[in-house]
């Protein structure tokens, strides 16, 4: 048996509740991230002058089944790659995502309906969701290795862990670079990110040739 406990890093915590239908695992990951789960979810609710209380069950679970899709693949390559606090960072914005998302449908049905409520000004949508590989698994894991190792190369220096996290932020996860800057592990503005997400995608581009790699979408 198992014992999962608060001292067990994020990526063998993830990688347990991955790979099986271990009570205990999932227990623990539950106990470590459902409280700043909710807590996102509430500031984000409040943002958009919604009652958190109405929303916030629902849009956990929504949280939940988003990280835990597909065996937790894209949770589990980010923790591969980077420090636990990084790792709850990630997952705070994983909720606020789907927060927004929910809040942003929610309007465009009442603007279908006749209502006349705006967004906030400084909203922005998420990047695209890009994926770097083709439809084989393999094939995909072997280019995000070779794309891995080219990023770590690029970003060398005294903030290679932050801009790495920034492009995988980015192009993993299909997170905006506003969104990005909003990370307090990050302490860059949007232009900031923006500047780090095209530095480091032209050097790994150099590197690797396009190999299907798309173009930021950073505004």
Known sequence: IVVHTSSQSAEDL???????????AWDEFVS???RPISLSIQRTACQWGK????????????????LCVDKCRLLLEFAQRHPDGAVLGYIKTIA????????????????????????????????????????DALEREVFLKQVNDQV??????SNQERDCLIFWLYYLQGMS?????????????????EAVIFRLTRCVREHL????????AVP
């Open 177 to 193: 670079a506003k969104a990005i800057a909003a990370l307090a592990t990050i302490k860059l503005t949007a232009k900031g990110v």
């Open 209 to 216: 040739g396009n190999s299907g790699m798309p173009d930021p």
């Open 14 to 24: 993830i990688r347990a509740c991955a790979e099986g239908n271990d009570p205990a």
């Open 32 to 34: 470590r991230f459902q």
């Open 96 to 135: 606020i995502n789907v927060a927004h998302d929910h809040f942003k449908s929610l309007h465009s049905q009442k603007r279908g309906a006749g209502e006349t409520d705006q967004l906030y000004e400084d909203f922005d949508p998420a990047a695209h969701s890009c994926s770097f590989g083709g439809p």
């Open 51 to 66: 009652d958190p209380a109405q929303f916030v069950d629902d849009l956990l679970q929504e949280t939940y089944l988003k």
């Open 152 to 157: 770590q190369d690029c970003a060398a220096g």
